[in-house]
């Protein structure tokens, strides 16, 4: 069987650029390449795109930029290319791609943009398209969505640059303590808990350094499950993961580097409630259009309750990632997982005819 060209964008301008390097390495390492020829695509901190011949141990360390080890590239959006477009020392080659696969977290990478292009190219995309990414980054408007649909979500509202009165009679309105976060940020970037009226501005302040739209929402009871969905029309789930915090919160240094919290896959539920959780999962995954593959994130209330709190359309593949350690608790390791994804891109799962 002739291999297929699988083209794995990584990088980016968003401040989640470390970590896609970290999940990009992943990914290229767990393809099978009895079946699939990896090709890296590398994006700048400053946007700049690279065909990246690098090794997996140079992205991680985000060295792959070194000199020779990658030419500019683009991809073209013209259906009749199908592929990419390289620039060796001034000249012009065609590089054709079967399934684009981007393992970009943030900004232009999982909000619907770069998923934008794949659509007008042609190529068969792994992952979810261009409604679910942008529906996902936007947390707000993904609550609203699933709200629509009967489940519960904590009370939350975001607001612009500009409106912090707003914000403060919310928050009131809310009560203490509440969290403040990026209202299209991931990886915990910006998030804070706040625990009174005079560290609400401050949190604000900070917020808005990674997004133009702030999220004020209100300390769900409980603590946070969530599941790995991934398919297009008949879906898998992974095991049902558990995350306690001794601080409260879950920020992005306890994410990747876990001292004060802890992740418990499987989750210490009973075996209904992780049914209940993967069913709530699978149906919330519906309700945002997801195709290829993604981790919903839910609270489990004391009164056995789940509360929507949010979607990761391309969650990591890290060392520290939930999303393969809840495959692999299901019997699902990496490889048969980016098998399952990418297939599903081929049957038409990743993109719009």
């Not at 000199?67 to 054709?96: H, K, T, Y």
């Not at 707000?140 to 904590?154: F, K, N």
């Amino acid at each position: 069987m002739e291999k297929l060209t699988v083209a794995v964008f990584f990088g980016g301008r968003s401040p989640e650029y470390g970590i896609s390097l970290q999940s990009a390495a992943a990914v290229l390492e767990g393809l099978d390449r009895e079946r699939y020829r990896p090709v890296a695509v590398g994006i700048s901190r400053e946007g700049r795109w690279y065909h990246c011949t690098a090794d997996t141990q140079d992205i991680r360390q985000d060295r792959w930029l070194r000199q020779g080890a990658c030419v500019p590239a683009i991809l073209s959006p013209d259906r009749g290319d199908r592929g990419l477009f390289l620039f060796p020392n001034g000249g012009l080659e065609r590089l054709p791609v079967d399934v684009a696969f981007p393992v970009l977290h943030g900004q232009d990478g999982e909000d619907g943009a770069i998923q934008g292009l794949i659509q007008l190219s042609g190529i068969p995309m792994a992952g979810c398209g261009v409604l679910a990414s942008a529906l996902g980054m936007d947390k707000e408007r993904a609550r609203q969505m699933v709200r629509q649909a009967g489940i519960p979500t904590a009370r939350s509202r975001s607001f612009c640059r500009g409106e912090e009165p707003r914000i403060a009679a919310f928050a009131r309105e809310l009560g203490y303590p509440l969290f403040v976060k990026p209202a299209r940020a991931g990886s915990s970037y910006g998030v804070a808990r706040v625990e009174a009226p005079r560290e609400l501005l401050p949190a604000v302040a900070e917020a808005l350094r990674y997004d133009s739209r702030v999220l004020v929402e209100e300390a769900a009871p409980g603590f946070e499950v969530g599941c790995a969905v991934m398919g297009s029309g008949t879906l898998t789930v992974g095991a049902v993961d558990e995350i306690r915090t001794a601080g409260g919160i879950l920020d992005n240094v306890e994410k990747y580097h876990p001292k004060t919290s802890a992740t418990y896959t499987p989750a210490r539920v009973p075996a209904e409630t992780a049914r209940r959780i993967q069913d709530t999962a699978k149906q919330i995954y519906r309700v945002l259009d997801c195709s290829g593959f993604a981790r919903v994130d839910l609270f489990l209330t004391p009164s056995g309750e789940l509360w929507f709190h949010e979607i990761n359309t391309i969650p990591g593949f890290t060392p520290h990632s939930r999303f393969p350690a809840m495959m692999a608790a299901a019997g699902i390791p990496i490889p048969a997982v980016l098998d399952t994804v990418i297939q599903s891109a081929l049957q038409g799962g990743g993109v719009e005819p």
